[in-house]
Every structure is written in structure tokens, then in C-alpha cells.
């Protein structure tokens, strides 16, 4: 039982490391880089603290060497699901029952181990089994990470700190506890942050979760769960379970106990999961809280007062970092007519420089696309755009997949704004272009704001501020992040809350006290401190 109010460490976000020639940070991570890629691992079932060795495998490989093997992941079933459910509900009631502190010193412990000993192993970890580079791994393997755990725990603080108003002989507090039941932490693979604050932020409330990694992201997911371990995680309070959806998803939702549903991924897969819940409702014990991020069709709107290179760089970074898997990426994008030939020329000439290929080789700027089905959905979007007569590819088009899932930076020009590429999601280096004419501004705004079903991310580019404030009102609902002079991608917790309306999920903003909110349920307790001795009240005299 808590004797004081504690004030936690005051939080920060992670300062990053540039990996610069010379720095002794870049010789550190080439050294894990080497580390790891000359062994394999062997990636099993975690329930209740105990290693399960199921037999159906998996291999894990490089996205950029698909032939260059780095382990192999035992997969979950139902049996093990079962397991995990019965793990959650043995260590529950311990866990919910620990003062908040301690939960807290856990997650504190865990980014002090990622931004310390083990952050060039979490760098190389990401790195090598998602093909990331340097920069993309460091600004959220372990800076975002960190920056989740450190931030959450001060989340949780002022929650506990919000109390309700206790007028003359009463005392009115309110406690906030974990659900009952056991959550469901459902993860993606293009960032390990997301992978370890989905089940963490749960757990950090009170609740015990499963967690089902993605199998094409696993190895970097293992290492974060091992991290936990190693920072006092109780057993049985985060259970490891990679595997196929339906095997660990299905299992999941039927039971009665499921109290929570925290994902990250494709709008398809989110929908049938609230269709699945919702077909079960009844015999749930409580209303399971959903929360959900998904896709993104994020936009880049330029006025004709923006300026040209200030756009060009913003979309370059924004479309083609990280191969354009992140569901904040830039991936469709609005010019006008007066500014196009000048910003064509910049995107085309700095386009024609990006390096593609193994990320241990520090100056290249983008890897590979994380698998196969990932390489062949995008390039079926190239495809149809390279026969259709309503659009042009005027940079990049190609792909090879022999040594690892390579696409190069396209840019598609589209005649049709409506074009498939300007509407559904792609997931991929592909950003589609509209040029509109300078004096159909309003007609643009109204395209941008109902091409798409999603509502993510957006960016608009102006210099003049009376169009800045117009644009950004008419487009208000078209993001749930949205930027002004700055690519549409790079949210940082504490700064930018993440998270968007429409298809793109239920905007609970990541990295915020709203999101913490879901996994609590709140006790409000009145104490009457002179209990009346008589039921007559004075009007009755």
C-alpha cells in the first residue's frame, strides 16, 4: 500500500545520436550490427514467464537480404492463447494491487536500459529485421520508445493527481484501477516504439495483456520484451504471442474475459475485430474498451505562395523515408499549376540521388519493404499506374526483389485527382501528384478533404498567413495530425499526440493522457464526515 504521494522522475524526450562519420556512436553500432547478423535466434512463446517452443516456425529474415537468415519465430495457436488468458487472469489481481509506483519504476528501469546499455542492440535489432536506417531506428527504437515509457509513467502521475472538489464535511476522492478481464495488445511491424508502448501503456494501468507482435517484425519485438523482463516485469503480466491473426485473434475474442483491444494496423483487419466484439458483446463480463489506429492517406497541400524547395524536401522526407511504411507517410500531394515546373525540376533532381539499398551501408536513405506480400501489394499500384492513360510516373517506377523487397522512390503524376493512387492506401514509396489550377484553390481544398476515407495526417505549405488559417479551417477534419510548414510525419511524444479520425481509427492519441484513460476505470468514493441523525429536512419544520 502507497504511504506518499511520489513525484516521478521529471520526464524528457530522448535526445538522439547522429551516427556522423567519426562518432564513436557509429562504431559502436556497426559493432552490433556484426553482432547480430552472424548469429541466429530462436524466438518463442512467452506465457507466464515461461519459454514455449511450438514447432510452427517461422524463419526470420533480413527485408533487404531475404536470403540471410536471423532466426526463427515459434508461432501461437489456440492452445497457447488459452494459456496466456489463464496467465492474465492468475496475475492480475497482484499486479492491479501493486502500488502504481511500482509499476511505474518498471517502465522507468526498461528506458533506461534501451537509451543505455542496450541502445545500439535495439538500434541494430530494428535495423536488420526491418530494414531501417540508422536515423529511422534511433529516432524511435529507441528515442520514441524511451520517450513512451518515461512520458506514460507522468501520465499516470497526474491522473492519479485529477481529484474531484470535497465541499464542508465531505470527502470526495476518486482511484483509478485496471480493468477487469485481460487486454489485447495487437501490434505493428513498421515501428518498435508502437510495439512496446501498445502493451506497456495497458500494463502500466493495472491490467495484464497479450501481446501478438507482427511475425514480419518480430525480432526486434522479442528484444523489447526480453528488455521488460530484464526490468522486473512480473511473469504473466505481458504474454508474448506471435502468430497468424486468425490463430491467436479468434481465440481471443471468444472468450469472456476480454476487457480491452489496443491495435495498430490495416483499416480491413480493425474493422473485422469491432465486427467480431460486436457479434459477442453479449457474453463479454464488461464492455471491452477498443482503440485502434490504422491507415492513412496523408496529404501534402501546397498554396501558391509556398515556397518550392521548402516543398520539395518535405515531401521527399515525407513520402520515402522508411520506403513510405509508416501510416503517416506523405502519399498524395496537391501543387499548383503556377508553382509545378520549379517544383518538379527540385523533386526530380533530389529524387534521382537517394540511395537505395543494404541500411548497413550508412549512406543509403531507404531499405527494403518489409516482406513479400508487402512488395507485391505495391507494386501492383506501380503497375496499374504505368498502363493507365490518367497518370504518369515521372520518377522511379522500378523494383527487384531478388536479393531483398527494393522499390524505388516513385512519384506518379495524375491527371484524374481521383485517381486510384490519390485515394486508397499504398503503404509503400509512392506519392501521387494533382496539379490543380491557381484559381480553383477552394476545389482543391474540397478534393483533399473527401478523396480519401482517412483522416490521419496532413501538411500544408504557405506564406501567406491569411491562407494558412483558411486552409487550415477547411481541411480540419481531414487530419487528426496535422502540420503547417512541415512534413506530415515525425510525431514526438509530448509534443504531438498521435492519432487520427475517419478510417484511420478512433483518434485516442498515443503518447497522451487520453490514451492512458482507456485501460483505467475509476472509483468515485463520497465520505460523509457528519452523517445526519434525523431524515427531516428543515423546509418540513
Known amino acids: 500500500m502507497s504511504t506518499a504521494y511520489f513525484e516521478v522522475p521529471k520526464p524528457y ?49 533480413m527485408p533487404h537480404n531475404h536470403k540471410h537468415k536471423l532466426g526463427v519465430v515459434h508461432k501461437a495457436g489456440p492452445e497457447e492463447v488459452k494459456l496466456a488468458i489463464k496467465s492474465c487472469l492468475e496475475a492480475r489481481e497482484a499486479w492491479a494491487n501493486m502500488p502504481w509506483e511500482h509499476r511505474a519504476a518498471i517502465l522507468l528501469k526498461a528506458a533506461d536500459i534501451i537509451t543505455g546499455p542496450e541502445r545500439y542492440r535495439a538500434n541494430a535489432a530494428t535495423m536488420l529485421g526491418q530494414s531501417k536506417t540508422p536515423h529511422q531506428s534511433e529516432i524511435e527504437a529507441v528515442g520514441e520508445l524511451a520517450d513512451f515509457f518515461r512520458f506514460n509513467v507522468e501520465y499516470l502521475t497526474r491522473i492519479m493527481g485529477d481529484q474531484p472538489s470535497s465541499p464542508k464535511e465531505t470527502w470526495n476522492r476518486v482511484e483509478y484501477r485496471g480493468l477487469e478481464g485481460f487486454m489485447f495488445a495487437v501490434t505493428p511491424f513498421n515501428f518498435t516504439a508502437i510495439a512496446g508502448n501498445l502493451p506497456t501503456s495497458m500494463a502500466l494501468c493495472g491490467n495484464a495483456v497479450i501481446w501478438k507482435p507482427a511475425t514480419s517484425s518480430v525480432y526486434s519485438s522479442y528484444f523489447v520484451m526480453e528488455v521488460l523482463e ?195 492506401e499504398i503503404f509503400g514509396p509512392v ?75 478512433t483518434n485516442d492519441k498515443a503518447g497522451s493522457m487520453q490514451n492512458l484513460l482507456r485501460w483505467l476505470s475509476a472509483r468515485s468514493i463520497k465520505e460523509n464526515l457528519n452523517p445526519p441523525t434525523d431524515w427531516r429536512y428543515p423546509y418540513m419544520g
Open 13 to 61: 524526450n530522448e535526445p538522439y545520436l547522429s551516427y556522423a562519420p567519426g562518432t564513436p556512436e557509429r562504431d559502436k553500432l556497426k559493432q552490433a550490427l556484426a553482432e547480430l547478423r552472424s548469429k541466429e535466434v530462436e524466438i518463442p512463446v512467452i506465457i507466464g514467464g515461461k519459454r514455449i517452443y511450438t514447432g510452427r516456425t517461422q524463419d526470420v529474415v
Open 230 to 424: 530484464r526490468a522486473g516485469m512480473p511473469p504473466g503480466v505481458i504474454n508474448f504471442l506471435p502468430g497468424d491473426g486468425a490463430d491467436v485473434g479468434d481465440a481471443v475474442f471468444a472468450d469472456p474475459n476480454l476487457c480491452g483491444l489496443q491495435f495498430t494496423g490495416s483499416t480491413g483487419t480493425f474493422q473485422h475485430m469491432w465486427r467480431t466484439i460486436g457479434t459477442n458483446i453479449h457474453q463479454y463480463k464488461t464492455y471491452p474498451r477498443i482503440v485502434g489506429e490504422t491507415g492513412g492517406k496523408d496529404f501534402i497541400f501546397m498554396h501558391p505562395t509556398a515556397d518550392v524547395r521548402e516543398v520539395s524536401i518535405a515531401a521527399l522526407r515525407g513520402a520515402f523515408e522508411y520506403q513510405g511504411q509508416k501510416c503517416s507517410a506523405a502519399s498524395r500531394m496537391y501543387v499548383p499549376a503556377s508553382k509545378w515546373d520549379a517544383l518538379r525540376e527540385d523533386l526530380l533532381a533530389e529524387v534521382a540521388q537517394i540511395k537505395m539499398g543494404d541500411v548497413e551501408e550508412f549512406d543509403t536513405f531507404m531499405g527494403a519493404v518489409i516482406d513479400k506480400k508487402a512488395f507485391d501489394s505495391i507494386t501492383k499500384y506501380i503497375d496499374f499506374a504505368k498502363e493507365s492513360s490518367e497518370a504518369e510516373i515521372i520518377a522511379g517506377g522500378g523494383y527487384d526483389d531478388s536479393v531483398g523487397y527494393f522499390i524505388e522512390p516513385t512519384i506518379i503524376l495524375a491527371s484524374n485527382p481521383r485517381f486510384k493512387t490519390m485515394e486508397e
Open 431 to 505: 506519392l501521387t501528384i494533382y496539379v490543380y489550377e491557381d484559381d480553383k484553390l477552394d476545389e482543391a481544398l474540397e478534393l483533399c478533404d473527401t478523396t480519401s476515407p482517412y483522416a490521419l495526417t496532413g501538411a500544408i505549405f504557405a506564406k501567406d498567413r491569411y491562407a494558412l488559417s483558411m486552409m487550415a479551417d477547411r481541411l480540419k477534419n481531414a487530419a487528426g495530425n496535422f502540420y503547417i510548414n512541415d512534413k506530415p510525419t515525425g510525431a514526438i511524444v509530448n509534443q504531438q499526440p498521435f492519432g487520427g479520425g475517419r478510417a484511420s481509427g
